[in-house]
């Protein structure tokens, strides 16, 4: 428990952390990669490259020294936060390491501004805030451990299937090095890559995915080979030029939270664009199988037709449901793009819409669902990526 002084003291730092937050979770990085470079196999090296490690991260100091009078206001960030952590193998020994090379960050960057009193709140702070995620990533992992074919942090896949989905879309279907079968997930939820790349010094780990219904002996993942992002695209490029059937890499447990509900009967819509109909896959796979009564739509947006993963999936599953729709619209094409009247015409507002795509397609979609009178807990979303924050929904 934070004392009142300490509370005060964090609190008057808020403007300073809007101002220099970003500053700090640079200069934060660079610092701890340069001491222990051995962290590079644990993090995303793109999201680094492009900054948008240290945005999330400033935004959750930032959002930490907001609520420090009340941190469960924070908790669902933690929890989603805490879900990418276990899916990368984050342990309870980095976090000293990192509320090191933070505090340092804070004072290089802060400067005489940064006085005892406000290093140490900062300190007693911190201490909280990483038991905090400490607890709830313990018991994520004795979760994973404890499920039926559970397993905590990594193991050893190999691919059995590798087809393509579209142009830019290739599925990889993926089983058991040890021949088990694999743990039931949540439909929506994803897992952790971790391979080793010729020429290259450290490990790559990204986050697929798992774009089907949960089967008993495999998962299939759904990979947009991004060629033109380097490095964003190192390992995507890799899987579609270099790997193989038969080819093996490491695998985390599923996690997420952008998961479908599947207690409800209730009209439901998926909203996707380009490769973020993979999550969307999963759940709607699942209520084609499992609730297939259910009233659902399905929107998808992507470039064109050849860029266009799953349409015939989804078609064949529309036929067999009782009241489901489908649309895709191609920007390539006049008015190929998922307005207020294609949400209006396809989504019932009175049940549930899962959005995921990139981040301003998804502020566009919100906004607008949020425009027909759709409330916030009826909107459910996904971002690709480290927890940035939407700025306009």
Aim: proline share 5%; aromatic share 10%; hydrophobic share 40%.
């Amino acid at each position: 428990m934070l004392s009142v002084e300490t509370r005060t003291i964090i609190k008057s730092t808020v403007p300073v952390l809007e101002q220099h937050g970003e500053a700090i979770t640079t200069v934060f990085y660079k610092n701890l990669f340069e001491a222990h470079p051995e962290l590079l196999n644990i993090f995303n090296h793109a999201n680094q490259k492009q900054g948008r490690q240290q945005a999330a991260l400033a935004n959750t100091v930032y959002a930490a020294a907001v609520h420090i009078d009340n941190l469960e206001a924070i908790l669902p960030a933690v929890v989603q936060i805490a879900n990418k952590h276990v899916s990368l193998g984050v342990k309870p020994e980095h976090y000293p390491i990192v509320g090191d090379f933070l505090l340092k960050a804070i004072k290089e960057v802060l400067g005489n501004a940064a006085t005892d009193d406000i290093m140490n709140a900062w300190e007693e702070a911190y201490g909280v805030i990483a038991n905090a995620f400490i607890g709830v990533e313990k018991d994520m992992y004795a979760n994973m451990e404890t499920q039926e074919n559970g397993w905590s942090v990594f193991k050893e896949f190999t691919i059995v299937r590798k087809e393509p989905e579209s142009e830019n879309i290739t599925s990889f279907y993926l089983k058991p090095v040890d021949g088990k079968n694999v743990p039931s997930y949540k439909p929506g939820q994803y897992i952790s890559v971790r391979m080793a790349i010729a020429g290259e010094e450290y490990l790559f780990n990204r986050q697929y995915s798992l774009s089907q219904a949960a089967r008993e002996d495999e998962f299939r993942i759904s990979v947009k080979r991004d060629a033109d992002n380097d490095p964003n695209g190192r390992v995507s490029v890799y899987l579609h030029d270099d790997m193989k059937v038969g080819d093996r890499f490491e695998v985390s447990a599923p996690a997420g939270e952008f998961v479908l509900d599947t207690t409800k009967n209730t009209p439901v819509a998926f909203v996707s664009g380009g490769v973020g109909i993979t999550p969307m896959m999963s759940m709607f796979e699942t209520v084609a199988t499992s609730t297939p009564e259910r009233p659902t739509a399905f929107l998808h947006a992507t470039r064109n037709e050849s860029m266009h993963a799953f349409d015939k999936d989804i078609q064949k599953h529309v036929a067999s449901m009782e009241n489901a729709s489908y649309k895709t619209l191609y920007s390539d094409q006049p008015e190929g793009y998922i307005t207020r009247a294609t949400l209006e015409e396809y989504v019932d507002i009175t049940g549930d819409v899962y959005v995921c795509g990139p981040v301003p397609f998804m502020e566009a979609m919100i906004k607008e669902l949020h425009t027909l009178g759709m409330k916030e807990e009826q909107i459910h979303f996904e971002f690709f990526g480290p927890a940035v924050a939407l700025q306009t929904v």
